[in-house]
């Protein structure tokens, strides 16, 4: 299956390095692409526009695919799904540690993107309001208690998910090497192949 795994703010596609290497063994073909300006200057819309472009280059404008967001990408692959209409194409969507209901630390940040990731923001309360467009997507979150960026971690949760894990990583970053993601996420994708 094609994979594409969106990176949150600040980082890069080699985030997803060591998860990468583990689907790939599974079979997957892992495409984890650098958005820019990766610190959300021009916020959230202006990324999911460029992811939106990103996967069309990638794997074409039909391929069905799964979308792996972390952090901020969590959001931006809710809003190509959800405003962009992405969702016909997505079979399953992981969010990894995503200020789904934003992040007190957003409140702390200058920035467009961390506008977007306040509790209450306009964004949020767009993408909250109908997730209609989840119906035939399988959609997990994960997120871990110790998470000191997303504030409260069970902001990362979404009451319309399939399901809601808790695993115990030490931090937020450690959400993408913990194996219990890994192995959610590769029995989740073997199911529906």
């Known amino acids: ?15 997803f390095r060591r ?9 997957h ?37 799964a979308l792996i967001g972390f952090s901020m990408g969590s959001l931006l692959a809710r809003y190509y799904m959800q405003m962009l209409g992405g969702a ?4 399953h969507l992981f969010c990894i540690s995503g200020p789904q209901h934003g992040t007190l630390t957003a409140h702390l940040t200058l920035g467009k993107a ?25 959609v997990h979150c994960y997120r871990t208690p110790f998470d000191l960026l ?3 971690s069970r902001s990362s949760e979404l009451e319309s998910a399939d399901s809601n894990h808790i695993v115990p990583a030490i931090f937020h970053h450690r959400m993408l090497t913990h194996p219990t ?9 073997k199911a529906d192949c």
């Open 1 to 15: 299956m094609e994979i594409i795994m969106v990176h949150g703010i600040w980082d890069k596609g080699t985030v």
């Open 19 to 27: 998860m990468a290497k583990v689907l790939t063994e599974q079979g």
């Open 29 to 65: 073909n892992c495409h984890a692409p650098d958005l820019e300006p990766a610190n959300g200057a021009h916020g959230l819309a202006d990324l999911a526009r460029k992811l939106e472009r990103t996967i069309d280059q990638t794997i074409g404008s039909h391929t069905r695919f």
């Open 88 to 91: 016909s194409r997505v079979s």
């Open 114 to 138: 961390s506008r977007d990731m306040r509790f209450h923001s306009k964004l949020l309360l767009q993408l909250n309001a109908d997730t209609s467009s989840f119906e035939n997507t399988s």
């Open 150 to 152: 997303i504030i409260p």
């Open 181 to 189: 993601v890994h192995q959610h996420i590769a029995q989740e994708l």
